[in-house]
């Protein structure tokens, strides 16, 4: 199988990313294809890549209030 991140952090044991609550004022949409030139922040990759290899990902959205 090919592996799920492509090139994101390859040089890294293990990508790991942490904020903290405050962090979420604003929506903030997370990449979870791994494709996005800004990781760990979704920049729209997704969309190519769901059509290139026929899935369906998507990021993780988080806001502070629900909407
Ligand atoms: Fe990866 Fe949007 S770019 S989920």
Do not use: M
């Amino acid at each position: 199988k090919p592996p799920v991140n492509p090139e994101i952090k390859k040089d890294a044991q293990k990508v790991v990313d942490s904020f903290t609550a405050e962090e979420f004022k604003a929506k903030t949409a997370f990449c979870r294809c791994w494709r996005s030139a800004n990781f760990p922040y979704c920049d729209g990759s997704h969309n190519a890549y769901n059509k290139e290899c026929c899935d369906n990902v998507g990021p993780l959205v988080i806001s502070a209030k629900a909407e």
